[in-house]
């Protein structure tokens, strides 16, 4: 399993999930089976979203992740990974708990976010 986790910042499983997919300035590339983490990798999201289109799901997709954890996403984004058969999760809190959690099978589904307006905090 490869997981695909947006980033506040580049601390790696100590940091924030992002809580917008396209505005996450970072993601969190972790490699994991069963239930433990095996690697991990912070990369810089260089396609930060400026309005539509969403092409850090391009972007994130690149690393050939199999699953994706976000604080919220746009349905755009939403159709996009479904169109590419990787399942998406909501999760607000430290990334380290996040995938911990996933490979738990704790985890559900993720809303569409209703504004692109977020001050940081999950609230979807």
């Known amino acids: 399993m490869k997981i695909g986790i947006t980033l506040n910042?580049?601390?790696?499983l100590k940091s924030e999930v992002c809580a917008h997919f396209g505005q996450c300035s970072h993601f969190l590339?972790?490699?994991?089976e069963g239930d433990k983490i095996k690697n991990s990798k912070v990369v810089?999201?260089?396609?930060?979203?400026g309005g539509g289109?969403?092409?850090a799901?391009?972007?994130?997709?690149?690393?050939?992740?199999?699953?994706?954890?976000?604080?919220g996403m746009?349905?755009?984004?939403?159709?996009?990974f479904a169109a590419a058969n990787v399942p998406?999760?909501?999760?607000?809190?430290?990334?380290?708990?996040?995938?911990?959690?996933?490979l738990q099978s704790k985890l559900g589904g993720i809303d569409?976010?209703?504004?692109?307006g977020h001050d940081g905090e999950c609230g979807h």
């Open 44 to 49: 810089v999201n260089a396609a930060v979203h």
């Open 57 to 71: 799901v391009t972007e994130i997709l690149k690393y050939g992740i199999t699953h994706v954890i976000a604080g």
């Open 9 to 12: 910042d580049d601390q790696g």
């Open 53 to 55: 289109g969403c092409t």
């Open 112 to 116: 569409p976010c209703k504004d692109h």
């Open 88 to 102: 998406i999760f909501g999760y607000c809190g430290k990334a380290e708990d996040a995938v911990k959690a996933l």
């Open 29 to 32: 590339i972790v490699e994991a």
């Open 74 to 80: 746009g349905m755009g984004a939403q159709n996009k």
